[in-house]
């Protein structure tokens, strides 16, 4: 999957289209994502001990991986991303390097 926990990410389809957050946990399996204010849905919760209050709650749920976009901070929009390979040769031995790279700009996420 694409998206990893943490990364900013710009909704491209479904209610909360056009708006951006933070990926706060990734579900590879399933390909589903839970994006920080997005998707919003209530929860009736009882309260599970003493003197814990029950009540409805707002949080977020999981969305499909394929309805986000990585953001790019240098295009300030949603961008597809690549990945660029670096070999770098240390102490004789070769360190492989990957980074994901905007397609539009070239600049690198990580």
Do not use: W
Not at 25 to 42: D, L, W
């Amino acid at each position: 999957m694409f998206v990893k926990s943490k990364d900013t990410v710009v909704v491209i389809s479904g209610k909360d289209k056009g708006k951006q957050g933070k990926v706060l946990t990734a579900f590879p399996k399933e390909n589903k994502v839970i994006v920080e204010g997005v998707a919003m849905v209530k929860k009736h919760q009882k309260p599970r001990m003493q003197g814990q209050p029950g009540g409805i709650l707002d949080k977020e749920a999981a969305i499909d991986a394929s309805n986000v976009m990585l953001y790019c901070p240098k295009c300030g929009k949603g961008a597809r991303f690549g990945h660029k390979v670096t070999i770098t040769e240390k102490d004789g031995k070769k360190i492989r390097n990957v980074a994901r790279v905007c397609k539009r700009c070239g600049n690198a996420l990580e």
